[in-house]
């Protein structure tokens, strides 16, 4: 790799701009490329690449550094894991410098405490040693400082799975059928995709396999009433009215208006005409009132601490805390309740987080059936084995990254008794 001092720099003033940790890291580096917009592509990769490998190996690198600097974490970090010698670096480095990143070389990150082998805050491997033994911890904590795949979904509104990965292949970009989702696509190496033109016309969404597979948990019919309670951007609407083939009537509540107005643009590409997106101020919003017992598939990808995603969100190890965490379960349970509230007797509901704490899964899911016996748990394995999907991590869906090569999703199903009238 030929590296210069104008790329050092120009990495250095983009994580001195990051690291404050204000905002998310990848929000803060947009704006960060959009006020530098003399930065060629090129530089933009390797600031990007190298500003995220910092945040998911941060812990170790701190440790080899005497005085933590954006300048000394960069360098450290093209030593230890970029792999570059110092006589590629001599032109750029100081005497000083040169003598510790020769000292530093050696150094292996197993010679570190649990935390920072496996990338955690002390708070988290504390919470994760209540349920898992320290070498599950370090195997998923190494497993969270790879980065992600690109996985695509393919709008099977309007094409086939089949079709795309043909023109991907005959275009020369590598990609392959997903595992588990029978609409996913994963793509090997990251080619701007959102300016293609598979993109452009609707037929592809970017969308992590794990992400997807909620959408068959849930499996809504065409002509069904399906609530995506925290709908976002709507990346799980958008699959939602694929698999509805558009007919029947989904419901796209989020209180982020900001978030509701990404999912436009999208909705307007996938050729779908059955998405009602609607703002709501809270979880017991009127409009949610209305349709209480109406509903036939409730959908709730609550917000969460996002743990699961940090191959891609490395930074939100210092975004959460042990408090954010007890506020999200508060949260969490309150929008469980009222969003089950809307389910018919038999209809499905499934609840989801992007999270591997139980705090956040199975004690908000066992605290609301403890309150709620008119509900019942349905086993993920057997609803996703009658979607085709063979994948079974037994009563809840749990994936992580290690095993099933997707974000480390969490999900429940559950079902409200025919008999039970709705409240
Ligand atoms: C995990 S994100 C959803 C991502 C989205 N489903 C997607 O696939 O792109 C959680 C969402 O919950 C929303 N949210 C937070 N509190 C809420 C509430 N009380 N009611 C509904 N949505 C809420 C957030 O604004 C956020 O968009």
């Known amino acids: 790799?030929?590296?210069?001092?104008?790329?050092?720099d120009a990495a250095i003033?983009?994580?001195?701009?990051?690291?404050?940790?204000?905002?998310?890291?990848?929000?803060?580096?947009?704006?960060?490329?959009?006020?530098?917009?003399?930065?060629?592509?090129?530089?933009?990769?390797?600031?990007?690449?190298?500003?995220?490998d910092i945040l998911r190996h941060r812990f170790f690198l701190e440790s080899l550094v005497k005085i933590v600097t954006p300048r000394a974490l960069i360098l450290a970090y093209l030593v230890?894991?970029?792999?570059?010698?110092?006589?590629?670096?001599?032109?750029?480095?100081?005497?000083?410098?040169?003598?510790?990143?020769?000292?530093?070389?050696?150094?292996?990150?197993?010679?570190?405490?649990l935390a920072t082998q496996a990338e955690f805050p002390a708070w988290l491997v504390e919470k994760l040693q209540h349920f898992m033994p320290d070498t599950d911890i370090l195997d998923l904590g190494l497993s969270l400082q790879k980065s992600a795949p690109l996985d695509l979904r393919v709008n099977t509104i309007l094409a086939k799975r089949g079709e795309v990965l043909e023109t991907l292949k005959q275009e020369g970009i590598n990609a392959e059928a997903t595992p588990y989702s029978p609409c996913g696509i994963r793509l090997v190496g990251k080619p701007a995709i959102n300016r293609h033109a598979l993109f452009l016309s609707g037929k592809i969404e970017v969308q992590d396999e794990g992400s997807q597979l909620l959408g068959y948990l849930l499996a809504p019919k065409r002509g069904e009433m399906v609530v995506d309670f925290c709908?976002?951007?709507?990346?799980?609407?958008?699959?939602?009215?694929?698999?509805?083939?558009?007919?029947?009537?989904?419901?796209?509540?989020?209180?982020?208006?900001?978030?509701?107005?990404?999912?436009k643009p999208r909705f307007k590409r996938s050729g779908l005409s059955?998405?009602?997106?609607?703002?709501?101020?809270?979880?017991n919003d009127i409009k949610v009132k209305r349709l209480a017992?109406?509903?036939?598939?409730?959908?709730?990808?609550?917000?969460?601490?996002?743990?699961?995603?940090?191959?891609?969100?490395?930074?939100?190890?210092?975004?959460q805390s042990p408090h954010s965490i007890d506020e999200l379960k508060t949260k969490q349970?309150?929008?469980?309740?009222?969003?089950?509230?809307?389910?018919?007797?038999?209809?499905?509901?499934?609840?989801?987080?992007?999270?591997?704490?139980?705090?956040?899964?199975?004690?908000?899911?066992?605290?609301?059936?403890?309150?709620?016996?008119?509900?019942?748990?349905?086993?993920?394995?057997?609803?996703l084995s009658q979607q085709k999907i063979l994948l079974d991590t037994g009563e809840f869906l749990q994936l992580f990254p290690k095993l099933h090569q997707?974000?480390?999703?969490?999900?429940?199903?559950?079902?409200r008794n025919d008999s039970a009238k709705p409240e």
Not at 302 to 316: E, H, V
């Open 231 to 263: 709908a976002g951007a709507g990346g799980k609407s958008l699959l939602l009215g694929a698999l509805m083939n558009s007919k029947g009537r989904i419901y796209a509540f989020d209180v982020s208006e900001k978030r509701l107005n990404n999912l």
């Open 80 to 113: 230890k894991l970029q792999g570059m010698n110092l006589r590629e670096l001599a032109s750029l480095i100081s005497e000083v410098e040169t003598k510790w990143l020769s000292e530093i070389k050696a150094i292996k990150p197993d010679i570190f405490p």
């Open 1 to 8: 790799m030929h590296f210069t001092s104008s790329q050092l």
């Open 406 to 415: 997707t974000d480390g999703f969490f999900a429940a199903a559950l079902t």
């Open 293 to 319: 017992g109406k509903i036939d598939r409730v959908l709730i990808d609550a917000p969460c601490s996002g743990l699961g995603t940090l191959r891609r969100n490395p930074d939100l190890k210092w975004r």
């Open 333 to 383: 349970a309150a929008i469980l309740s009222a969003a089950a509230s809307l389910l018919k007797p038999g209809g499905r509901l499934v609840y989801a987080t992007c999270s591997f704490l139980p705090e956040e899964n199975q004690t908000v899911i066992n605290e609301f059936l403890a309150a709620h016996p008119q509900f019942n748990l349905l086993n993920c394995a057997e609803l």
């Open 274 to 283: 059955n998405l009602h997106i609607q703002r709501i101020t809270n979880e």
């Open 13 to 52: 003033v983009a994580l001195r701009t990051i690291l404050p940790l204000e905002y998310p890291a990848d929000a803060i580096l947009r704006r960060f490329f959009r006020d530098n917009p003399m930065l060629g592509a090129q530089d933009r990769a390797f600031i990007a690449e190298a500003v995220f």
